[in-house]
């Protein structure tokens, strides 16, 4: 199930120093996080940028000790453990400067279906509360999955509204997958497991919920996913974090709206104010500005519209199909997929948005309608 490479990038993963950044600095230049352990610590004069401190603490033979007995802890759970140089990460995540080295993974996470990260304070309202319970409800007919933290107030709300209208959901922990934090959340986790969702961290076993490990995490939850919505947030809440992460990464930001009094709209109100996330107004023009455009099951209208056949050029076709199978597809990508420059594939992309078959979000990544 594990291979020597996953022994390798554990113990790297431990050595003083070498945080994800540096991992996958030192992993492009040297192949594999096998080679950077055995010849890192001779090579690094070669290389610009590498000192003698960050390679002094590789071939520690207590880090290869650890990572074994992570792979037998993680054998017997059942979690999955991807690496980043294996591209095995979720794609947008991976597109992040400071995606982590290794995800450990517990359940079943489809990647090819589109992700929406929710997020807000453990000191939930009723206002709050609404929202979730709304929004789950008129998106109960779209393939989706939600994304949030775990905790209490909304993180917990999200995980219960997707189990309750049949949604999957994934979330995002702040310590290893041998604990479960809050207490309060275990039959919860279980739940999410049972319902085809995941348990995601960054973590190893040896890792509990120290403080500083939330603002790590939040950053993964608003890596994930190419749109984030904050339901209620302080002035100051955890969630700021979260949106300052997923501005970083140009993903969508929404918040929900509130009174100026109250205190668990203050900080959405704020993140509105300072044009960092759009304003929610309904949660049918959310949905449209989320571009959940595709129902589980098809459902046949009573009285049908005769259909207006729009004849596509070969480029608009090859586009609009390229769109319509990647939802939230880059530029790039499409560049890469179609062998098109990206000067010939944009007058493509604005005809197609003329036509009304694509919708273009910020970060130039576009979705077929």
Same mark, same amino acid.
């Given at each position: 199930?594990?291979?020597?490479?996953?022994?390798?990038? $554990?113990?790297?993963?431990?050595?003083?120093?070498?945080?994800?950044? #540096?991992?996958?600095?030192?992993?492009?230049?040297? =192949?594999?996080?096998?080679?950077?352990?055995?010849?890192?610590?001779?090579?690094?004069?070669?290389?610009?940028? +590498?000192?003698?401190?960050?390679?002094?603490?590789?071939?520690?033979? /207590?880090?290869?000790?650890?990572?074994?007995?992570?792979?037998?802890?993680? /054998?017997?759970?059942?979690?999955?453990?991807?690496?980043?140089?294996?591209?095995?990460?979720?794609?947008?995540?991976? /597109?992040?400067?400071?995606?982590?080295?290794?995800?450990?993974?517990?359940?079943?996470?489809?990647?090819?279906?589109?992700?929406?990260?929710?997020? =807000?304070?453990?000191?939930?309202?009723?206002?709050?509360?609404?929202?979730?319970?709304?929004?789950?409800? %008129?998106?109960?007919?779209?393939?989706?999955?939600?994304?949030?933290?775990?905790?209490?107030?909304?993180?917990?709300?999200?995980?219960?509204?997707?189990?309750?209208?049949?949604?999957?959901?994934?979330?995002?922990?702040?310590?290893?997958?041998?604990?479960?934090?809050?207490?309060?959340?275990? #039959?919860?986790? &279980?739940?999410?497991?049972?319902?085809?969702?995941?348990?995601?961290?960054?973590?190893?076993?040896?890792?509990?919920?120290?403080?500083? #490990?939330?603002? *790590?995490?939040?950053?993964?939850?608003?890596? +994930?996913?190419?749109?984030?919505?904050?339901?209620?947030?302080?002035?100051?809440?955890?969630?700021?974090?979260?949106?300052?992460?997923?501005?970083?990464?140009?993903? &969508?930001?929404?918040?929900?709206? =509130?009174?100026?009094?109250?205190?668990?709209?203050?900080?959405?109100?704020?993140? $509105?104010?300072?044009?960092?996330?759009?304003?929610?107004?309904?949660?049918? #023009?959310?949905?449209?500005?989320?571009?959940?455009?595709?129902?589980? *099951?098809?459902?046949?209208?009573?009285?049908?519209?005769?259909?207006?056949?729009? *004849?596509?050029?070969?480029?608009?076709?090859? $586009?609009?199909?390229?769109?319509?199978?990647?939802?939230?597809?880059?530029?790039?990508?499409?560049? /890469?997929?179609?062998?098109?420059?990206?000067?010939? $594939?944009?007058?493509?992309?604005? %005809?197609?948005?003329?036509?009304?078959?694509?919708?273009?979000?910020? =970060?130039?990544?576009?979705?077929?309608?």
């Amino acid at each position: 199930m594990y291979s020597e490479e996953h022994l390798y990038s $554990i113990a790297l993963r431990e050595c003083n120093l070498i945080g994800d950044i #540096n991992f996958h600095k030192l992993v492009r230049i040297f =192949g594999s996080a096998k080679s950077v352990w055995e010849n890192a610590p001779k090579e690094y004069k070669k290389l610009d940028g +590498i000192g003698k401190k960050m390679v002094s603490d590789m071939g520690n033979p /207590e880090h290869l000790k650890f990572a074994e007995k992570e792979l037998i802890f993680c /054998e017997k759970n059942n979690i999955k453990i991807n690496l980043r140089h294996f591209h095995e990460l979720p794609q947008f995540l991976n /597109e992040c400067d400071d995606a982590p080295a290794i995800l450990y993974q517990k359940g079943n996470f489809d990647d090819s279906m589109q992700k929406l990260s929710i997020v =807000g304070t453990r000191n939930m309202t009723s206002y709050g509360k609404q929202f979730i319970h709304d929004f789950f409800e %008129e998106t109960q007919s779209f393939d989706y999955i939600s994304v949030s933290g775990l905790a209490l107030g909304v993180d917990k709300e999200v995980h219960e509204q997707s189990i309750h209208f049949q949604i999957p959901t994934v979330a995002v922990l702040a310590h290893g997958l041998h604990l479960l934090y809050p207490a309060k959340n275990r #039959n919860l986790s &279980e739940k999410i497991l049972e319902e085809g969702g995941a348990l995601l961290t960054e973590f190893n076993s040896s890792r509990k919920p120290d403080r500083e #490990n939330f603002i *790590q995490r939040n950053r993964i939850v608003a890596g +994930i996913s190419p749109s984030i919505i904050v339901v209620e947030t302080a002035f100051g809440g955890g969630s700021i974090s979260t949106t300052t992460f997923a501005n970083g990464y140009n993903r &969508e930001v929404f918040a929900l709206p =509130g009174k100026i009094t109250d205190k668990q709209s203050q900080g959405c109100n704020h993140l $509105i104010f300072q044009h960092k996330a759009t304003a929610i107004s309904t949660i049918k #023009n959310l949905i449209d500005y989320l571009g959940f455009n595709k129902p589980k *099951q098809k459902i046949e209208e009573l009285f049908p519209a005769d259909e207006v056949t729009i *004849q596509m050029t070969e480029n608009q076709e090859l $586009i609009f199909r390229l769109i319509f199978n990647n939802p939230q597809i880059s530029l790039d990508s499409l560049v /890469e997929k179609s062998d098109l420059s990206s000067h010939k $594939i944009l007058p493509v992309i604005l %005809e197609l948005e003329l036509l009304g078959k694509l919708k273009s979000f910020s =970060g130039r990544q576009f979705i077929a309608i």
